[in-house]
């Protein structure tokens, strides 16, 4: 053979050879992506009744901090309330009462005002309209059931709500 012929021959199979590699290199990325799409739909994902049981005790740590003025706590525990319903919208999308949940976020943003203010008096009454309004969310998704209450208890023993 001559050096152009054998040049020729040689860049044709090498391209033979790439076009079978990228066929099986696709037919692997395709496996592997079929693979992870069934992995991540059988991932556990929080349910919407996980969240607001996360989020009924942050209401309770929030009232007790707020009540013995440990308004860094209080921020901490509203925020925490906030992150849970954020949450609740990126990962229960299918549950039709998070259309319901936008009620919510003004009592959060008045209760969050008085937090910084550091204002114990329109705490007590912000913390009232938010419980309401959790409650006026329950009704309105056929939750009415689930009634909350501004709690007389702390959720927690081992807890200091005190400003240290």
């Given at each position: 053979?001559?050096?152009?012929?054998?040049?020729?021959?040689?860049?044709?199979?090498?391209?033979?050879?790439?076009?079978?590699?990228?066929?099986n290199n696709t037919e692997q990325l395709q496996a592997r992506i079929d693979s992870l799409e069934k992995k991540l739909a059988t991932t556990y994902k929080p349910g919407l009744g996980e969240f607001m049981s996360g989020i009924q005790v942050h209401h309770a740590k929030l009232w007790?901090?707020?009540?013995?003025?440990?308004?860094?706590?209080?921020?901490?525990?509203?925020?925490?309330?906030?992150?849970?319903?954020?949450?609740?919208?990126?990962?229960?999308t299918d549950r039709p009462e998070i259309k319901s949940l936008q009620m919510i976020y003004a009592p959060l943003d008045s209760l969050n005002k008085c937090v910084q203010e550091k204002n114990l008096s329109t705490f007590k009454s912000n913390f009232s309209l938010l419980t309401t309004t959790c409650n006026n969310c329950h009704r309105d998704t056929d939750h009415g059931f689930n009634v909350i209450k501004i709690p007389d208890t702390p959720p927690f023993s081992n807890q200091e709500f005190k400003h240290p």
């Open positions: 053979m001559k050096q152009p012929e054998t040049l020729s021959l040689l860049c044709l199979m090498l391209f033979t050879i790439s076009c079978n590699n990228k066929s007790f901090a707020g009540q013995n003025q440990n308004w860094k706590l209080a921020d901490f525990e509203l925020h925490e309330m906030i992150e849970a319903l954020d949450d609740i919208k990126s990962f229960n």
